[in-house]
């Protein structure tokens, strides 16, 4: 299938089908992200993949863990965001909510109980980094990511990357015997998208080519 095609295509899944996923679909997949570039070829990037009942016992942990702490959703930055980029947020807002709310469920709880349950996703995956790296490093794991993503886009499913949860990342190491010189980075839901659930049932936009390069000539 056509790259740009799948760029376009591809959105994130926040329910999915009871449909097992292959081993060899997953180890595929990260064969896949295990061939992006990186600076000197370090590939520093690692990925642990989980399912079934050890999955199940990382999700009763981040919920627990979750009810402690209520971490909540939002950007990370210590300042806020200019008006441009915060309308950005509420853009996505606009065309998400109506669909959460055909759930009963408040929008703030549907995103953090479904980060924590991976949005019901058959497939965990946990994206580490070891300490040892510099964070510009980081470019080179979501390079990465990218190409998981769009390699399990042209295999007909759908993932969902979720940062709420890496607040919890010394407990995500610990149910998973994840050294501790690990650093983790991103969760990955992955699976088969249920494309009649409401809460997969919107696009949100992008910015206009304009709003994103500037030409000096």
Excluded at 71 to 79: F, I
Excluded at 142 to 171: H, N, R, W
Aim: proline share 6%.
């Amino acid at each position: 299938m056509d790259v740009q095609k799948l760029m376009k295509q591809r959105k994130s899944a926040r329910h999915y089908l009871d449909k097992s996923v292959s081993r060899a679909d997953i180890e595929d997949l990260i064969r896949c992200a295990g061939s992006a570039p990186s600076a000197i070829n370090l590939q520093p990037w690692e990925y642990v993949v989980t399912y079934g009942q050890e999955k199940d016992r990382l999700i009763r942990r981040l919920k627990k863990v979750h009810a402690m702490k209520n971490v909540s959703c939002g950007p990370g930055t210590s300042t806020p965001l200019p008006e441009k980029i915060s309308n950005r947020s509420r853009g996505a807002l606009t065309v998400m909510k109506p669909q959460i709310e055909k759930l009963n469920i408040p929008f703030n709880q549907f995103v953090e109980d479904g980060s924590c349950s991976f949005y019901g996703a058959p497939v965990a995956i946990i994206v580490l980094m070891d300490k040892i790296f510099p964070k510009l490093r980081y470019l080179d794991v979501g390079l990465s990511v990218s190409y998981l993503f769009l390699a399990a886009e042209a295999k007909g499913l759908s993932t969902c990357p979720i940062g709420l949860i890496t607040e919890y990342g010394d407990d995500i190491k610990d149910v998973l015997n994840i050294p501790q010189e690990k650093e983790v980075l991103l969760a990955i839901a992955l699976g088969y998208a249920d494309e009649t659930a409401p809460e997969n049932d919107f696009r949100t936009d992008r910015e206009p080519l304009n709003e994103i390069l500037t030409w000096y000539e």
